[in-house]
């Protein structure tokens, strides 16, 4: 983690730090809301309620971002569980949206 924190130690006040937040919070939730787009056209796509949860796919998905997470110096506890979380708010959106079919 001192790789991590060196590299971000550049800001002096905690307001130009703040805004740099606000900018990284912003792109963010650009990114989340194109993730969940592509996960409405999984809904449509699937022809099967018990295809959303797929249990294969999801611990790949984790083992690889847990890699991603060791070669970018965070926990990669932290992103499991953020990771997981997400799947699951996806996985209650993609059987909302198949519900409605």
Do not use: H
Not at 33 to 61: G, H, L, P, V
Not at 73 to 84: A, C, G, M
Request: hydrophobic content about 45%; charged content about 40%; cysteine-free.
């Amino acid at each position: 983690m001192a790789f991590f924190l060196e590299n971000f130690m550049k800001y002096k006040d905690m307001e130009e730090l703040r805004k740099e937040l606000d900018l990284l919070d912003n792109d963010l939730i650009k990114l989340v809301s194109k993730r969940f787009k592509f996960i409405e056209q999984a809904a449509i796509i699937k022809d099967d309620i018990s295809k959303i949860r797929d249990t294969d796919r999801i611990e790949n998905i984790i083992k690889r971002l847990r890699g991603l997470a060791k070669d970018n110096n965070i926990s990669p506890d932290i992103v499991e569980k953020l990771w997981r979380f997400i799947i699951e708010l996806s996985i209650e959106l993609e059987t909302e949206i198949f519900s409605k079919k």
